[in-house]
Nanobody
Framework: QVQLVESGGGLVQAGGSLRLSCAAS????????MGWFRQAPGKQREFVAA????????YYADSVKGRFTISRDNAENAVHLQMNSLKPEDTAVYYC???????????????WGQGTQVTVSS
């Protein structure tokens, strides 16, 4: 059974930073693409960032390029999302997800964490 557990969310003022973490367990495939997605109130869930399980390739939504950085810790089976220069529009529940395909498309991610709340005040 695959389990993804997010942590690190919280309340921060605009311009501040947060670091989200996702601990993965129960992975049986040789490799996974790991992604971060977010869902704001009244909006559809959207792609934020992704990284190949090898760590060699990263993807970012245009809205977060230059501000967010996704990374992976091999030994700990964990992925992180460093979020800098946060804006109020970044407020959302952030979800960690795993896919057997290197993609940014939500339907290709069968495994999801429970989400962690990020709130950015103006």
């Amino acid at each position: 059974q695959v389990q993804l557990v997010e942590s690190g969310g919280g309340l921060v003022q605009a311009g501040g930073s947060l670091r989200l973490s996702c601990a993965a367990s129960g992975l049986t495939f040789s490799s996974y693409t790991m992604g971060w997605f977010r869902q704001a109130p009244g909006k559809q869930r959207e792609f934020v960032a992704a990284i190949s399980w090898s760590g060699g390739t990263t993807y970012y939504a245009d809205s977060v390029k230059g501000r967010f950085t996704i990374s992976r810790d091999n030994a700990e089976n964990a992925v992180h999302l460093q979020m800098n220069s946060l804006k109020p529009e970044d407020t959302a529940v952030y979800y960690c997800a795993a896919s057997m395909v290197e993609t940014t498309r939500i339907p290709a991610y069968p495994y999801w964490g429970q989400g962690t709340q990020v709130t950015v005040s103006s």
